[in-house]
């Protein structure tokens, strides 16, 4: 018999109180989706600041409605929910990718808009939604994180995984590495916004300086990202500052370093 996954729930509980008074952290065996669960207690009030691991996600839901499945050791999903309201929203999943990016591993790079890529394959990927309720903000955001190899399932290329990176990586190992700078992100992007982290970013941009298409039809090279969080993209028209979540980038084909 396998024995349960042990999560460090305490101790990260211990990091994250004095920050966050009322943090609960609760690991669960199997659920539809953990943001989808965080979403629904945002709209039913709830605003205490909550960590929800999910061992196993049976509707798992990325970016533009995509699926993210995860099943036990394969893959680390989690949650986090939390009262937000920063003067400007612009930027925010970026610092989210940078504070996991720098906590997992030097290597780590970053995908505008919230891809975490290793070694020119994804290797995780960043939800986030909002409620507002009685004039309150309550951000719910969620992670995917690639722990060990999985199959392609129809991509061109097969998914990266953490162990390539950190051998010894688990589920509960990365979550222990990566909540209290998460958390610690997020209250300076509360008060600063991204600009600070902009040169940050782009030490680990994939794209800047590359090549690349967007989904609305736009071509041209990567500048990087603004202060604001925009990615910048120069064309024969000139340069464009490109804000919505919605557009999806990709190297082109005939950049030899795409994928």
Excluded: Y
């Excluded at 937000?84 to 612009?90: K, N, Y």
């Excluded at 994804?122 to 986030?128: A, D, H, N, Q, V």
């Excluded at 039809?217 to 464009?240: F, I, K, N, P, Y």
């Amino acid at each position: 018999m396998t024995p349960p996954t042990r999560w460090h729930a305490e101790a990260i509980w211990e990091q994250v109180w004095p920050l966050l008074p009322g943090f609960t952290v609760e690991v669960l065996p199997e659920i539809d989706s953990s943001n989808t669960e965080l979403m629904r207690r945002a709209r039913q009030g709830q605003t205490e600041a909550t960590l929800l691991v999910a061992e196993s996600q049976t509707a798992g839901r990325g970016r533009m409605g995509r699926v993210w499945q995860g099943q036990p050791g394969d893959s680390l999903t989690f949650s986090l929910s939390l009262p937000f309201a920063p003067q400007d929203w612009s930027g925010l999943s970026l610092a989210v990718g940078l504070s996991l990016a720098e906590s997992l591993h030097p290597g780590v790079r970053l995908k505008w808009p919230n891809d975490l890529w290793w070694q020119e394959r994804k290797l995780g990927g960043i939800l986030i939604e909002a409620a507002s309720m009685g004039g309150r903000s309550q951000v719910v955001i969620g992670m995917g994180i690639n722990i060990r190899p999985r199959p392609a399932d129809g991509l061109n290329t097969p998914p990266a995984a953490l162990t390539e990176a950190w051998s010894e990586a688990t589920a509960p190992a990365a979550l222990a590495r990566v909540v209290l700078p998460l958390v610690q992100m997020l209250q300076d992007f509360e008060r600063q916004g991204f600009a600070p982290l902009q040169q940050r970013f782009e030490a680990r941009d994939v794209l800047r300086g590359r090549q690349v298409t967007t989904s609305d039809g736009l071509q041209g090279l990567c500048l990087g990202v603004s202060a604001a969080g925009a990615l910048r993209l120069a064309d024969e028209q000139g340069t464009h500052d490109i804000h919505s979540s919605e557009v999806s980038v990709r190297p082109l084909k005939q950049d030899k370093d795409g994928c």
